[in-house]
């Protein structure tokens, strides 16, 4: 199940961390992150998922 996760966040980082841990700080920090740059909301979203 992460590899799809994973897969997700890669298109579309915030999904995959909201599919992830919902809509806590690490959802709200990588929308952030995506919207200041693709690349570093893509690597936030890999860490959550590989983290959690």
């Known amino acids: 199940m992460d590899l ?3 897969i997700i966040a890669i298109i579309l980082p915030p999904l995959g961390v909201f599919l992830q841990v919902g809509l806590g700080k ?3 920090i990588n929308l952030l992150l995506t919207l200041l740059g ?3 909301g893509i690597v ?3 860490w959550v998922i590989a983290k959690y």
């Open 4 to 6: 799809v996760r994973i």
């Open 26 to 28: 690490q959802f709200w």
């Open 38 to 40: 693709y690349i570093p």
């Open 44 to 46: 936030h979203a890999v």
